[in-house]
């Protein structure tokens, strides 16, 4: 009686114990998924909060005090609207040509046979694997030895091509998890090779193509590297934050930034969305 | 299914432009069609004529050549050599929409961003049926299958048996002069495939539409289909009714591929008698025989041998093998011409097993017995 008496504590308390590393255990994984969440944000959160104050010097650095008069008036420095301009302008104008090109590419080497298939295959992954200052620098002497004027060509051709191989590995992917007999059906059913690709293959990729088309945009806009080594005089978004750093920080250039977050949250929230209402309810 | 009045689109009656052709005419016609991928002969000059009307199975073992087959004749591929006719039109490098037959694939294959309605519908629309013949005819192909109700539905949220009869639905409301069906029950169960078997053959009834059915299941063709094509390696083994096909198979491949056979090698002794290997003579019908001289094999059907009894054919054996199997005990006897399988029939409840080790005396008609070349199922 008694040693069972002086045991019963005793194992209570190791079961308290037990239950205290269980719940340590069950909740470190959501605590360092936090803490990681939070060293991945903090950069932006402080670039959002930056694009409210009003900063002393030349330098928005330091925290001075809350205003609206950077938004109120977003370009309100020197060449900074002209820079936003360039870059929206070459991203859309490149990510559109480089998903026509990029979609065209994936079908044929999905669906066709053809001389040096595989050879593209390997090839189209070259713009991804390689390192940016090579391509970039590889670019420049190109367009030297052919003497081509540097500058909004020039940075167009360059994001065209990275951004072709970006749109053709999404895409594919798209067409291979895709039923071949479904075109077979379209074509069964008196659909012509051209009604066949826009009433079923289309439709069907068309997820494939927008998020290539997404991330081709967001990479243009993002590029540092190789348009700074073939832009000439022009100067994209990412080239006037790099020039103006050495001279000023304003905080506009966090509005903008702040802009184009927001932007693509949206977007990525918006095709979530539209993903969702394309699954029909009660289906997989 | 449904057999109401209401829908009588895709009833058995002459088509909108009157251009049935005459009973003569066969709807499918394949001229010594040859395929080849690289150097793999799927289909070996091949000549094959189905008739209006008729449910025609293609059955044979993978790669037969009889999807090849089914294939060609829907223009998804071409042949290396030989012509295609659909009715009298030669069709042979028509791509697929132009020809006037429609498929059931394996797959089902039915567009997954399109709702129930708008796939049945999609054929019509590329041939520009005006918008009030479409919702009709839609409606009376969905009603033919029994899915009426479920125009709205996705794909996706429906049963594989349901999916299978929208890709019917799909194809049957084009009306075409053709209807191909690849393996189109393979992906079902058992018991759907049962019950769908019949409901086929109750629509092809009902539709009187040439159906052309490729199948490796020996049963589902003989339920379903009134011609079948046995193929192998490319080429037509045998053709001919269910009946025709099981009772007086040509080739050893038939004989086995159609059910179970015992096949005794012997040498022909007569325009009615055949010698066995093993010693005895066994009486034919002269018919069966064919006129062949020399080695061939002796065909029994398991069913047909009956122990005991007065038949002209009897053949002495010892049980090696017994194994209750419902219906019919089947018995493996040892006899001097080699190993007969015996299925007897259980139809008295009383009927007392012979034990394994005991002789028996097996006997059949000379009517039950049919003649091939060889025992080997493939020859050389």
Not at chain 1, 103 to 132: K, S, V, Y
Not at chain 2, 294 to 321: F, H, Q, S, T
Request: with cysteine.
């Amino acid at each position: 009686m008694t040693v069972a008496a002086e045991r019963l504590p005793l194992s209570g308390r190791s079961r308290s114990g037990a239950r205290l590393v269980a719940r340590i255990r069950h909740h470190a994984l959501t605590a360092a998924a936090l803490a990681a969440l939070v060293f991945l944000l903090l950069p932006i959160a402080v670039v959002i909060a930056f694009s409210f104050n009003d900063p002393a010097g030349r330098f928005n650095f330091t925290w001075e005090r809350f205003t609206l008069d950077n938004w109120a008036n977003p370009f309100g420095f020197p060449d900074l609207q002209g820079s936003v301009v360039l870059s929206l302008e070459i991203a859309a104008l490149s990510s559109l040509v480089a998903t026509a090109l990029g979609t065209l590419i994936a079908l044929a080497l999905a669906r066709h046979r053809f001389r040096g298939r595989a050879a593209t295959n390997l090839l189209i992954f070259l713009p991804m694997a390689a390192p940016e200052i090579v391509m970039g620098s590889s670019l420049l002497a190109l367009f030297l030895n052919y003497s081509v004027p540097l500058g909004f060509t020039t940075i167009l051709i360059a994001h065209i091509m990275f951004n072709i191989s970006f749109v053709v590995v999404t895409v594919r992917a798209r067409l291979a998890g895709q039923d071949m007999h479904l075109e077979e059906a379209a074509m069964d059913l008196f659909a012509s090779p051209w009604a066949t690709f826009l009433r079923v293959t289309l439709p069907l990729i068309a997820p494939g193509i927008l998020a290539g088309g997404l991330l081709a945009f967001a990479l243009s806009v993002d590029d540092f590297v190789i348009t700074y080594l073939v832009s000439g005089s022009d100067q994209t978004f990412p080239l006037f934050v790099w020039g103006a750093a050495r001279v000023a920080v304003p905080p506009q250039i966090n509005v903008i930034g702040t802009i184009i977050f927001v932007a693509a949250v949206a977007l990525m929230v918006a095709n979530v969305l539209w993903q969702l209402r394309r699954t029909p309810k009660g289906a997989q | 299914m449904s057999t109401s009045a209401a829908n009588p689109g895709l009833r058995a009656q002459p088509r909108d432009d009157g251009s049935r052709p005459a009973p003569a005419v066969s709807d499918v016609r394949l001229e010594r069609v040859t395929k080849r991928f690289d150097d793999v002969v799927a289909v070996d000059d091949l000549s094959l004529e189905i008739e209006h009307g008729s449910f025609f199975a293609l059955l044979g073992p993978s790669g037969c050549g009889k999807t090849t087959t089914l294939r060609m004749i829907g223009g998804f591929e071409e042949p290396t050599a030989g012509t295609i006719f659909l009715g009298e039109q030669d069709v042979t490098g028509l791509p697929p929409y132009k020809r006037d037959v429609n498929t059931v694939f394996q797959s089902y294959a039915l567009f997954p961003h399109l709702s129930i309605f708008e796939n049945v519908a999609f054929g019509l629309r590329r041939r520009g049926a005006p918008r009030g013949e479409i919702g009709r005819r839609v409606g009376e192909a969905l009603e033919l299958v029994a899915l009426g109700g479920l125009e709205k539905r996705k794909p996706r949220q429906l049963s594989g048996g349901q999916q299978q009869r929208v890709a019917l639905a799909r194809a049957l409301v084009n009306r075409p002069r053709v209807l191909l069906l690849d393996e189109p029950l393979g992906a079902l169960d058992l018991k759907l495939r049962k019950q769908m078997q019949l409901e086929l053959k109750g629509i092809q009834n009902e539709v009187a539409v040439t159906f052309v059915h490729v199948t490796h299941d020996q049963e589902e063709a003989m339920t379903m289909a009134d011609r079948i094509a046995v193929m192998n390696e490319g080429r037509v083994e045998q053709l001919g009714s269910p009946s025709e096909l099981y009772e007086r198979p040509r080739t050893a491949f038939v004989a086995g591929f159609l059910g179970v056979s015992n096949l005794l090698p012997g040498t022909v002794s007569g325009d009615a008698a055949v010698r066995l290997d093993g010693g005895g003579e066994v009486r034919v019908t002269p018919d069966a025989l064919a006129g062949r001289t020399g080695r061939v094999a002796l065909g029994i059907r398991p069913e047909k041998i009956r122990l005991g009894g007065d038949e002209a054919n009897v053949l002495e054996g010892v049980v090696e093998e017994r194994s209750y199997i419902g219906v019919a005990t089947q018995y493996i006897v040892a006899t001097p011409a080699g190993l007969v399988t015996v299925y007897s029939q259980n139809s008295e409840p009383s009927a007392a097993a012979a034990a394994v080790g005991s002789r028996m005396s097996l006997n059949w008609p000379p009517e039950a017995t049919f003649v091939v070349d060889t025992t080997q199922e493939v020859p050389k």
